[in-house]
Nanobody, 125 residues
């Protein structure tokens, strides 16, 4: 069973940038579609971005399109989320997740079987 560990969260000012990483172990990341989700206090977990197994298909939530970039390096078993032009409403715990079953990239949390522990991103001045 693959395990996921996120890193890179922290405090950033509005308009700033931050990069998250998700390292996979115990499996081959190229076997999984990967996604990033986030959950703010008192809110449901929401889709942020997802990438297909070989990185050929990418989807973003409308709220982050043009500001966030998802990518993967299968040689390193790592998925990245580069965030720019951050806003206070981007504040949340960010989770990466792996979907080992779907052949198509999924944007619903229920399609993902494996989750990381999450990393806090706080956008505040």
């Amino acid at each position: 069973q693959v395990q996921l560990v996120e890193s890179g969260g922290g405090l950033v000012q509005p308009g700033g940038s931050l990069g998250l990483s998700c390292a996979a172990s115990g499996g081959t990341s190229s076997s999984y579609c990967m996604g990033w989700f986030r959950q703010a206090p008192g809110k449901e977990r929401e889709f942020v971005a997802a990438i297909s197994r070989l990185g050929l298909r990418i989807y973003y939530a409308d709220s982050v399109k043009g500001r966030f970039t998802i990518s993967r390096d299968n040689a390193k078993n790592t998925v990245y989320l580069q965030m720019a032009s951050l806003k206070p409403e981007d504040t949340a715990v960010y989770y990466c997740a792996a979907d080992p079953r779907s052949s198509m990239v999924q944007i619903t949390a229920g399609s993902y079987d494996v989750w990381g522990q999450g990393t806090q991103v706080t956008v505040s001045s």
